[in-house]
């Protein structure tokens, strides 16, 4: 009980010396600030002080700040929760179940010039085989010099409506060979949705690409 009530005395004395002046901090800000706390290893997750590592996937050719306390789904878990044998190759999930991150690498055809294309085609599936489903939000941006291009909706699932962002950038490109891009789905209860939206975009923001020509 100590360790919690000290805690929450510590984060609020953080949020207190990150507040620039009496104001509300913009979404940009806390952006910006959470990216920068997910670099120093320790970010707030869901109320609690939370340790991050640094880990490496896809023959290092990319880099992700994952939660010390999540650990990777077992198989059989991810062919009971994934039913659909496209399951992505690497998921990661906190203790409770509730938030997973999964990771695919992808051949395609597309360019580096079409991203948003891909992604934009990724949407229009999405909502043409399940019309109920509802998109939050849609953008890109550059993290150095890879772009990367997002989408955030709802979905039903076995544990209740979910909370996803999906996010694509390419790992690699030629002109000659199939192009790598690299698909990451974040997602956890639609409950839970505003508690840990700050993180799923500041782990999307703080993803670093290791292997691209």
Same mark, same amino acid.
């Given at each position: ?9 510590? &984060?609020?004395? $953080? ?7 009496? %104001? +509300?901090?913009?979404?940009? =800000? @806390?952006?910006?600030? /959470? &990216?920068?706390? $997910? ?7 869901? %109320? +609690?002080?939370?340790?991050? =590592? @640094?880990?490496?996937? /896809? ?12 650990? +990777?789904?077992?198989?059989?878990? @991810? ?135």
């Amino acid at each position: 009980m100590d360790k919690v009530y000290v805690d929450e005395k510590i &984060i609020e004395i $953080i949020r207190k010396n990150k507040e620039p002046g009496n %104001g +509300e901090e913009s979404w940009e =800000e @806390k952006l910006d600030y /959470f &990216i920068k706390d $997910i670099k120093n290893l320790e970010i707030e997750l869901e %109320g +609690e002080l939370t340790e991050l =590592e @640094k880990i490496s996937l /896809f023959d290092e050719g990319l880099s992700a700040y994952m939660p010390k306390s999540f650990s +990777e789904m077992p198989e059989f878990m @991810k062919k009971k929760k994934y039913l659909a044998e496209n399951r992505p190759q690497f998921i990661y999930h906190n203790k409770k179940k509730t938030v997973n991150i999964g990771f695919t690498l992808a051949e395609i055809d597309e360019g580096k010039d079409q991203l948003l294309v891909l992604r934009d085609g990724m949407k229009d599936a999405l909502v043409t085989v399940h019309p109920t489903t509802k998109i939050y939000d849609s953008g890109d941006f550059f993290n150095d010099e890879n772009q990367v291009a997002y989408y955030t909706f709802n979905n039903h699932a076995i544990g209740g409506q979910m909370f996803n962002l999906i996010f694509i950038t390419f790992l690699e490109w030629n002109t000659e060979e199939k192009n790598k891009v690299l698909v990451c789905s974040l997602n956890c209860l639609k409950k839970d949705m505003e508690k840990l939206k700050l993180f799923f975009y500041g782990f999307m923001n703080s993803v670093e690409v290791n292997s691209l020509d």
